[in-house]
């Protein structure tokens, strides 16, 4: 799996299409890849939006088991590279699967915004922080 930085747009649309969401510049984006020869598949992407200097937001989109390769490159390009001091991620409260994995992560569920993706209570957004100090393990 090989990471890719230099397609925003198309790793953005990628995330998009599979969480039927819409993301509106500026935004910038990570991707990985499959190479089977000279051929590539976009098989996970992370989209960062509402930078403020101190914080970010991500977005994930993920065909397939998620490694931690992709895991590791996310939290040392938000924390190292762009030297943020906590990450921000919404799910939706429906979404089971993620409301597992983000705490397994580090993530600290922190709010509930009601009718955040739809009007059912399974649509409200579940917002989860990361902190710097709580991606330690990920990035030495």
């Known amino acids: 799996m090989r990471l890719i930085t230099d397609q ?50 991500a977005t994930i989109y993920w065909n397939g088991p998620l490694t931690r390769q992709p895991i590791v490159e996310t939290f040392r390009y938000v924390f190292l590279q762009c030297n943020c001091g906590r990450l921000t991620a919404k799910t939706m409260r429906g979404n089971k699967t993620m409301r597992k994995i983000l705490p397994r992560l580090g ?13 059912y209570r399974s649509m409200n957004a579940l917002v989860f922080r990361m902190e710097r100090t709580h991606a330690e393990k990920w990035i030495k």
């Open 8 to 57: 925003p747009e198309i790793i953005a649309k990628f995330v998009a299409t599979g969480l039927q969401r819409t993301f509106h510049p500026p935004y910038t984006a990570l991707g990985w890849v499959l190479e089977r020869g000279e051929k590539w598949t976009l098989v996970g992407g992370v989209v960062f939006n509402d930078y403020n200097g101190y914080n970010m937001e």
């Open 107 to 119: 993530f600290i569920i922190e709010a509930e915004l009601k009718n955040f993706f739809g009007p």
